[in-house]
Structures are given as structure tokens and as C-alpha cells.
């Protein structure tokens, strides 16, 4: 039963380019969070999907970045233009229900901007 | 919006200690607090959590109380070893994504 899955799990881009990071959530779990993760800092909420539904985007900053949960396929975290400031891990969580469910974290992707 | 404070930002115990990190939160209608341990360069991994309906739970040498009146939870880690060192992290949820403490690194010294 493999867990969750992210890739790549390292990405280096230069500034201006874009970034796509892909979650694969647990088999059976249809919930899945992504968060972030600077360097010596804690773990930062940025967006709640379900299949085809962005549920809580709170945490996703207004611009450059985006998510999406399609119905086939990986969850997809796009961050255009990258700067700098956006070098971090991301990691992504999944869960088989929203009610408090237990989030299981894959491995990250960390990028780097140069 | 939820805000969890832990404290404290750093603890270092003798191996065979106790070690004891306190959060506190905002929000009443939350009810799903999970505990994660980071390694350097690893995923968080779950290693204890509490619903509200629970004021304590235990597994082997950790320990996590909630007093919803006071809106703070704690873990406790019993018998310290040197492989506890790692990162701490609180967490506190309702049916969103969860909001997290800013973590506590703990060394616990052979």
C-alpha cells in the first residue's frame, strides 16, 4: 500500500520560471492539503482540495500560485514566476475524510530559485 | 482563522528524562489535534493525536492531554533516548487543513 506520493522531490528553477509539483494521495483518500515548509520554520497551510474542488485556499498566497485535484490524475501545484522567496519544501498531505481525518504527509519537493 | 502557539522553541534533556511541550489554540470548534515528529530533511510523521472528546491518550512512552476549556494541549514524552530528537510540531483542525504550532526542537543528550 504505498503512501503518499510526491515528485520531483527536488527542483531547481531560475527566477521567472514556473513549477509544477505533483501529489499523489493514499489509496482511498480523496482529501488532499498542501503545505509549505521554509527553511528552520514550521509547516504553513496553503490549500485544501478534493477531486475537482478547491474547498479552503486560504492559505495560497492571491498571486502566482494555484492548485488543482482533477478528476484523473495527480494534484498539481503550479507556482508561476517563481522568486526567491518561494524556495521551501512543499509538502503534501492526504486524508480519507475531511472531519478531523489524519493527514499523512508525503516526502516534499524542495525547490530552489536561483 | 485558527492560531496555535507551542512553546518551547527549543528543550534539551538528559536521556531518561521527561520531556513536556505545551500548545495553545484559538479556535473553540476545533477538534482534531495531531502531534508530528520532523528529522532533518524528512516528511512530518504522526506520531500520537487527540479528538475532542478524549481529555488524554497514551501510547507506550507518549502521552498527549487536551483541556478544551482552556483551549491547550500537551505531549509528553517519558524515558527520554537520544533517537527522540527531532522536531515537534502541534496541530489544530476541524475539517480544514490543519494549522500548525511553530514546532519545538528537542536533543535529548546520552
Known amino acids: 500500500n504505498a503512501g503518499v506520493m510526491q515528485n520531483p522531490r527536488h527542483l531547481v528553477r531560475r527566477r521567472g520560471q514556473e513549477a509544477r509539483l505533483r501529489c499523489s494521495p493514499m489509496?482511498?483518500?480523496?482529501?488532499v492539503y498542501w503545505y509549505r515548509q521554509l527553511p528552520e520554520e514550521g509547516l504553513k497551510f496553503m490549500v485544501y482540495?478534493?477531486?475537482?474542488?478547491?474547498?479552503?485556499e486560504s492559505g495560497m498566497p492571491k498571486e502566482r500560485f494555484s492548485a488543482e485535484f482533477p478528476k484523473e490524475g495527480p494534484s498539481i501545484l503550479r507556482i508561476q514566476q517563481v522568486v526567491r522567496g518561494d524556495s521551501a519544501a512543499y509538502f503534501c498531505?492526504?486524508?480519507?475524510?475531511?472531519?478531523?481525518?489524519?493527514?499523512?504527509f508525503g516526502p516534499g519537493t524542495r525547490l530552489l530559485v536561483l | 482563522g485558527e492560531n496555535v502557539e507551542q512553546h518551547p522553541s527549543t528543550l534539551s534533556v538528559q536521556e531518561g528524562d521527561s520531556a513536556v511541550i505545551k500548545c495553545t489554540y484559538s479556535d473553540s470548534a476545533s477538534n482534531y489535534f495531531p502531534w508530528y515528529k520532523q528529522e532533518l530533511g524528512k516528511r512530518p510523521q504522526l506520531i500520537i493525536d487527540i479528538r475532542s472528546n478524549v481529555g488524554e491518550k497514551k501510547d507506550q512512552r507518549i502521552a498527549v492531554t487536551l483541556n478544551k476549556t482552556a483551549k491547550h494541549f500537551s505531549l509528553h514524552i517519558t524515558e527520554t533516548q537520544p533517537e527522540d530528537s527531532a522536531v515537534y510540531f502541534c496541530?489544530?483542525?476541524?475539517?480544514?487543513?490543519?494549522?500548525f504550532g511553530a514546532g519545538t526542537r528537542l536533543t535529548v543528550k546520552p
Open positions: 498531505a492526504s486524508s480519507p475524510s475531511s472531519t478531523g481525518g489524519t493527514q499523512y
Open positions: 496541530a489544530a483542525s476541524k475539517w480544514e487543513g490543519m494549522r
Open positions: 482540495l478534493q477531486k475537482e474542488n478547491i474547498i479552503d
Open positions: 489509496k482511498g483518500h480523496s482529501h
